[in-house]
């Protein structure tokens, strides 16, 4: 049932290039230049006169709504709030009938994602399920919805979940911006070409596994970890650190890189390994002044790069490439090395890498 791979989160990191293929699948027609998505087509006109998108979430599913921000705002030009659903259902938030609550769920299931959509239905805001198990509770209780078509996910650490949920809020994005005329034509269809290159380009990044098996070697003993990351790579810095926590039972916290000197810089000395997303397209030339901040403090320094970056390599002490892609698209490619490292620091230190202490697949309690 692992398909030939030890442990299915393994399995399904592998799984990812199909995933998201099956995740676009008869939804993206690049050559006729069309995204259909009944969901949305029968909702259109919510969608379109939506004051704001607030997407509710928790988790990894969390980390997707804020990719997903950047993605709807930069390109579809929707304001849009990202909230932990446990905290939005308790803090007696101003919704209306004319706000749009996305809510994103690999299992459908999550008690406290569920709260959110039942208060945002009772104050009259329409209500969108993001969901990967096919008839699940959220996705029966939201007025529309699309799912993710990833499979079953199995591990408890969540990975194809993720990749297919930016996939598919992805796709909503540019289909919104396109009926909003906000995006040119040119753009939007290079957009559409572009997300069909995907499942290659992560199929590439998975060629790093050996290599992240080596550095994984050299950080397992950390006891402290931290991510960076900015713009569209915030939330990944985010979901790296949480991916290594959960499993490997070591302390990681993810921030975006420019908050460092607001803080967290103080922790940095020689023993302290600094993952930096630093490719090539979104504020490269200040994630190289922040490594060298970090250098000049001693930290280890593993890079996620560009295919063929030269400046990073000559600070980092670790680099792991990743193809080239649109920028509101790296977060399908960087996170594939932040999982894959996870899994091997995790297995090497002994750990149930597919059932973590503590955790449960889904969480149905408040
Ligand atoms: O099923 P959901 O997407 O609603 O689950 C949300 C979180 O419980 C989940 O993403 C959790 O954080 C994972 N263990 C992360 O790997």
Redesign the pocket.
Known sequence: EKGGYDHFMLKEIYEQPRAIQDTYRGRLLADQGLIKMAGIDDNLEKFMNANRIIIV????????GLVAEYIFEDIARIPVEVEY?SEFRYRNPVITDKDVLIA???????A??LAAIKLAKEKGAFVFGV???VGST?SRETDAGAYTHAGPEI?????K??TT?ITVLSLIALKLAKEKGVLSKSKYHEFLTELENIPSKVERALLSNELIEKVAEVYKDATNCLYLGRGYNFPVAL?GA??LK??SYIHAEGYPAAEMKHGPIALIDEHMPVFVIATKKGHYEKVVSNIQEIKSRKGKIIAIVTEGDEAVKELADHVIEVPETFESLTPLLTTIPLQLLSYHIALMRGCNVDQ?RN?????TVE
């Open positions: 979430a928790c988790g990894t599913s969390w980390h997707a659903a994103i769920s690999q299992s459908g299931e999550t406290d994602t969901c990967n198990v959220i591990g408890v650490a969540s990975t979940a993720f949920q979901e949480l991916k959960e499993i973590p955790l449960a697949k889904s969480v």
